[in-house]
């Protein structure tokens, strides 16, 4: 990926004018069948950009409690769009079109917000990595169609997502109107996210991304990499999905475990028993070389990717199965 990245050809992506930043939203657009893609540096800044451009101030979004734009991008749907969040309660962060029905506003009753947007995750960050049944997302579709909202997918770990339920980036492409998807996280790219969708959500994000300081000059050493993640790292995913699996199962066996959530693709989440938190099993592990995330006083969240391969996971789930 660093040689690729070195051999890239750039120019001032301001002017529309870097070979690798044109060619990186091209191939997104094309590979999910959709109008036009815009180069982000993160993917809170796509999801941002996208919220913007479906709403207007007092506007409202229906997400899921757990949503990556409500829980983690620093109040940023308030922030930067002015709107609020109907929010939606699950076990895992996946709802169904009865779900979103309960959450829309009567237009024609002025004490509420105006429903504009429906936002989905697909995998799932904080639901452990779980999926969505692709026929819901249908029937949600429809839904927005019927009472005229728009439809946004934060797809940061979307090829997880397809890599499980089999779909292909055209049949997502054709179900939403901007679909956000990170190169950072399991594809393995250092930096940078697209905003992928209709070309007048893409026009107006053009200028918000402006607006934000995300128009870069010459991108095209970074765009490189989102190429060759793109056309490398997709495949190998099921292997990160198999490690994860094998992490959840030694984190069953651990006697410090209380319950494990496993969503079936990269990601872990569980609870240990009380008696021992987060903190103090971290710094447990940390000098075994096993690195995790405390998500909650008693909760952690484990990651497989890329640079994690069969042999130390073979490794880690010995010791963690033993602790
Ligand atoms: C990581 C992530 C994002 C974007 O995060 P950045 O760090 O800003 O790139 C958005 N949504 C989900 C679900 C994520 O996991």
């Known amino acids: 990926m660093l040689e690729f990245m ?63 734009i409500y829980q983690f991008e620093g109040g940023g749907v308030a922030f930067n769009s002015g709107a609020s969040v109907a929010l939606i309660d699950s076990d895992n962060g996946t709802f169904t079109a009865e779900d979103v029905k309960q959450h829309i506003n009567n237009p024609e009753d002025w004490h509420k917000a105006y429903t504009r947007l429906v936002e989905v995750e697909n995998t799932v960050n904080r639901g452990a990595g779980s999926c969505w049944d692709f026929g819901e997302l249908k029937r949600i579709r429809e839904l927005c169609d019927s009472r005229s909202l728009g439809y946004h997918l934060d797809g940061a770990r979307l090829f997880n997502a397809m890599a499980v339920d089999g779909r292909s980036a055209a049949e997502y492409g054709a179900l939403f109107d901007s679909i956000s998807i990170c190169l950072s996280k399991g594809l393995g790219a250092p930096v940078g996210s697209l905003l992928i969708g209709k070309r007048e959500i893409i026009r107006q994000g053009m200028r918000i991304r402006k607006v934000f300081g995300g128009a870069m000059r010459q991108a095209g050493y970074i765009a490189a990499a989102g190429i060759y993640a793109l056309k490398n790292n997709v495949s190998r995913l099921p292997d990160d999905h198999r490690n994860a699996a094998a992490l959840a199962e030694a984190l069953r066996e651990s006697s410090l475990t209380e319950s494990v959530n496993y969503g079936g693709t990269n990601i872990v989440i569980f609870t240990l028993k009380p008696g021992m938190t987060a903190a103090e099993y971290l710094e447990k592990i940390k000098p075994h070389g096993i690195l995790a995330l405390k998500t909650g006083e008693r909760s952690i969240r484990m990651v497989t990717h890329l640079d994690v391969n069969d042999g130390q996971i073979k490794k880690a789930c010995e010791i963690l199965a033993t602790l």
Do not use: W
């Open 6 to 68: 070195m051999k890239a050809s750039v120019g001032d992506m301001v002017f529309g004018e870097d070979p690798a930043v044109n060619e990186l939203e091209t191939m997104a657009a094309d590979m999910f069948g959709m109008e036009a893609a815009i180069y982000c540096p993160s993917g809170t800044m796509t999801n941002q950009i996208a919220i913007k451009a479906h709403t207007r101030p007092g506007d409202e979004v229906i997400c899921s409690r757990m949503a990556h």
